[in-house]
């Protein structure tokens, strides 16, 4: 069975563009979460997305936004970019909507603003 | 709020021995779940091994064990018969109770196993 994929793998903009960035989990996972991983730290939290719901949101300015599909693949935006997000932006796929035992991670984006 | 900390330097480990990476943390949820994850330089998260804050008994998962300690916060993970394709950043997580699935990650440990 496919991972969670994502695409692109790797992205240059600049400042004050828009990007969005996709994510499909693992079959049967319905829920879908975002992190940022900005070099030499751990993830951040940024949003879960749970039969297309917002479950949670991080600590993240109004300029990030996510959605997600009824085929529960999501997409994460960013708009008025700023240097700061430049990161690996990770997508983690899970089948419940809370407390789960596994979350699995895909390959990343990563974003490099200029 | 949910606070993991990994203090240790980058390590250095010899091929075949045992290594055990740090990670305490602090919550005030009575349930949540702990997590450790591999991140080679390719960026990807692999996940390998979870335990819960209700399980008796220690998390294992081949050569991945976790030692918890719940009156000291404490879940450290050990990896036995260290691999060269063991070398990678490590990462300690914990869920709370928040009603999601929310992670909030340590600042990760640094392991290079040598030949």
């Known amino acids: 069975d496919a991972g969670v994929t994502q695409s692109p793998t790797h992205l240059i903009k600049t400042r004050g563009q828009q990007v969005t960035l996709r994510c499909s989990p693992i079959s049967g996972h319905k829920s879908v979460s975002w992190y940022q991983q900005v070099l030499g730290q751990g993830p951040q939290f940024i949003f879960q997305y749970y039969e297309k719901e917002e479950r949670g949101r991080g600590n993240f300015p109004d300029r990030f936004s996510a959605r997600q599909f009824p085929n529960y693949s999501s997409e994460l935006n960013v708009n008025a970019l700023l240097l700061g997000d430049s990161a690996l932006y990770l997508c983690?796929?899970?089948?419940?909507?809370?407390?789960?035992?596994?979350?699995?991670f895909g390959p990343g984006t990563r974003l490099t603003v200029t | 709020a949910q606070k993991i900390t990994q203090t240790q330097p980058g390590m250095f480990v010899q091929e075949k021995e045992a290594v055990t990476l740090d990670c305490t943390y602090d919550t005030s949820d009575q349930s949540y779940g702990l997590f450790w994850y591999k991140q080679p330089s390719s960026g990807e998260m692999i996940f390998l091994i979870y335990?819960?804050?209700?399980?008796?008994q220690n998390a294992t998962e081949g050569r991945y064990s976790l030692n918890f300690q719940k009156a000291r916060k404490s879940a450290n993970l050990v990896i036995s018969a260290s691999q060269l394709g063991d070398s990678a950043m490590y990462f300690c997580a914990m869920r709370g109770f928040y009603g999601n699935n929310r992670l909030a990650f340590g600042k990760g440990n640094q392991v290079v196993v040598i030949p």
């Open positions: 335990q819960g804050s209700y399980d008796e």
């Open positions: 983690a796929s899970s089948f419940m909507a809370r407390d789960s035992y596994e979350q699995y």
